[in-house]
């Protein structure tokens, strides 16, 4: 199966997490958050400059 090079490529660890978030997201019920959290990580996989997903700073 051929996989395309898009911009940005996830970590296994952080699909993980990200797959963990929209399961626990959808198990409240909370279709909404889970959908827009599709969404950005989308965006961002496609390389959108106005993709919403960073990692926070620390103090």
Do not use: I
Not at 2 to 20: I, N, V, Y
Not at 34 to 59: H, I, K, Q
Request: aromatic content about 6%; proline content about 5%.
């Amino acid at each position: 199966m051929a996989r395309s090079k898009g911009p940005h490529q996830l970590a296994s660890s952080t699909l993980r997490t990200l797959e963990q978030r929209l399961s626990l997201l959808e198990e409240e019920g909370r279709f909404e958050c889970a959908y827009a959290l599709r969404m950005e990580v989308a965006d961002w996989l496609l390389g959108a400059g106005d993709a919403n997903l960073s990692a926070p700073s620390l103090p």
